[in-house]
Nanobody, 117 residues
Framework: VQLQASGGGLVQAGDSLRLSCAAS????????MDWIRQAPGKEREFVAR????????FYVDAVKGRFTISRDYAKNTGFLQMNSLKPEDTAVYYC???????????WGQGTQVTVSS
């Protein structure tokens, strides 16, 4: 599976952004898609997960109520709608897909999100 992430940018606190992650290749192998972020000088952090078939979602506490993960199953594309952005959301955001438990099989290239105060 190949992943292509897009949608990052520079916004002000309180603004919104929507990230996209287009999957291609053996997309029928995707079990779940995650969004992971990495801020400067920090380790990568799980943000959200969507189970590809049934759409069940999971979030890290820091983004609950502000971020929404979704997918267009027919178009093999995942999304991360980010509302009420905060400066602490500034990071490179990656999408990653897995065919099951364990390590990710595929990573997108990362997209920069910068939130100014």
């Amino acid at each position: 599976v190949q992943l292509q992430a897009s949608g990052g940018g520079l916004v002000q606190a309180g603004d919104s952004l929507r990230l996209s992650c287009a999957a291609s290749g053996r997309t029928f192998t995707i079990d779940h898609m995650d969004w992971i972020r990495q801020a400067p000088g920090k380790e990568r952090e799980f943000v959200a997960r969507i189970m590809w078939t049934n759409g069940r979602t999971f979030y890290v506490d820091a983004v609950k109520g502000r971020f929404t993960i979704s997918r267009d199953y027919a178009k093999n594309t995942g999304f991360l709608q980010m509302n009420s952005l905060k400066p602490e959301d500034t990071a490179v955001y990656y999408c990653a897909a897995s065919s099951g438990p364990g390590e990710y099989n595929s990573w997108g290239q990362g997209t920069q999100v910068t939130v100014s105060s």
